[in-house]
């Protein structure tokens, strides 16, 4: 899991340096709001956020997607935070107090000294005994900032990186 993990953090690293080069207004036009309709309840919900029509970047979505069988969830919002908030808020800590707690995973990094520029955090979960087929995930918090507006797109994607068991 670990290698996956880290490859899974790698391509949303990407979609975290593609909005710093100017893909944020392509984030901020798109015309799909996710594929779930409200944040997961073991996610803690972050005061300001509001509910986004925003898309998933084509090529960050088909390189998550192919990664992960298709096995991916997200919903976006927006906020007038700004990316460094956002770190502040989903700690290590707070998100261990919520069940994510993996030891395979980074918590919050990205770059706040540009406002073009987002940050990724990235944490872990899995459910039962440590197990083969125990239900593995990783949930990863992408914000991207539009400049002009000032305006913070947050995408909550959730990925079941569950090993499939061979029998």
């Given at each position: 899991m670990k290698?996956?993990?880290?490859?899974?953090t790698?391509?949303?690293?990407?979609?975290?340096?593609?909005s710093?080069?100017?893909?944020?207004?392509?984030?901020?036009?798109?015309?799909?709001?996710?594929?779930?309709?409200?944040?997961?309840?073991?996610?803690?919900?972050?005061?300001?956020?509001?509910?986004?029509?925003?898309?998933?970047?084509?090529?960050?979505?088909?390189?998550?997607?192919?990664?992960?069988?298709?096995?991916?969830?997200?919903?976006?919002?927006t906020?007038?935070?700004?990316?460094?908030?956002?770190m502040?808020?989903?700690?290590?800590?707070?998100?261990?107090?919520?069940g994510?707690?993996?030891?395979?995973?980074t918590?919050?990094?990205?770059?706040?000294?540009?406002?073009?520029?987002?940050?990724?955090?990235?944490?872990?979960?899995q459910?039962?005994?440590?197990?083969a087929?125990?239900?593995?995930?990783?949930?990863?918090?992408?914000?991207?900032?539009?400049?002009?507006?000032?305006?913070?797109?947050?995408?909550?994607?959730?990925?079941?990186?569950?090993?499939?068991t061979?029998?």
């Amino acid at each position: 899991m670990k290698h996956r993990v880290w490859v899974v953090t790698l391509l949303l690293g990407a979609l975290v340096f593609t909005s710093a080069c100017g893909m944020v207004n392509t984030l901020l036009g798109g015309r799909s709001s996710g594929t779930v309709a409200d944040l997961w309840s073991d996610v803690p919900r972050m005061d300001g956020l509001t509910k986004a029509d925003l898309e998933l970047p084509l090529a960050a979505r088909l390189m998550v997607q192919t990664l992960t069988r298709g096995k991916m969830n997200f919903i976006a919002y927006t906020t007038t935070a700004n990316s460094q908030a956002i770190m502040d808020f989903y700690t290590t800590e707070r998100m261990a107090a919520a069940g994510w707690n993996s030891s395979d995973t980074t918590g919050c990094m990205g770059d706040t000294s540009t406002a073009e520029v987002g940050t990724m955090c990235v944490f872990g979960k899995q459910s039962g005994t440590g197990q083969a087929g125990d239900k593995r995930e990783i949930l990863a918090i992408v914000t991207a900032t539009d400049g002009g507006t000032r305006q913070t797109a947050v995408f909550f994607v959730r990925i079941d990186v569950t090993e499939e068991t061979v029998q």
